[in-house]
């Protein structure tokens, strides 16, 4: 089974913004034989803590998010098990069309993804926040929803 990581901007959104999407992905994903990697698994207790439209930001102290006790809470602990994700999965399918300001911590996916040659599937357009020539090259492909990178991702890791 093909497994794909689940890029996409958290500090800088809510979490019904950084959730919902991933829990699409994967449901189509899923019917087609492919796993997931989504870098929120274990971070349940994080919706408790954000109300609303309260941005992942707006807890961020230091550096972990204060009134979490979550092991996977801290900068060191998040950095480090996204990195060996994106190492260990077979594909990146990274959604930054919502994206307001930009995601340092996708664009380091995006270039863990490259780095290690794994497929990169970028969801943007010419006038996201992160259309710059670096991104746009680290990237396999670039399309412009999330239905074609979803269709991409199942085209190119041999879904059912």
Sequence with gaps: ???VYLAG???IT???GATSWRHA???ELAASGIGVRNPLRGKEDFSKI???RQRFEHLWEGDSYKGIDNP????????HRDHWDVM???ALLANLSEAEKVSIGTVMEIAWAYAY??????VMDEKNIHWHGMVRTAASLVVPTLEAAVAAIITTTGGL
């Design 25 to 27: 992905v994967t449901e």
């Design 50 to 52: 954000l109300r609303g």
């Design 117 to 122: 040659r794994k497929w990169s599937v970028v």
């Design 9 to 11: 901007p958290i500090s």
């Design 1 to 3: 089974m093909s497994t």
């Design 72 to 79: 996977f809470s801290s900068a060191h602990a998040i950095t």
């Design 88 to 90: 260990n999965c077979d």
């Design 14 to 16: 809510t979490w019904r």
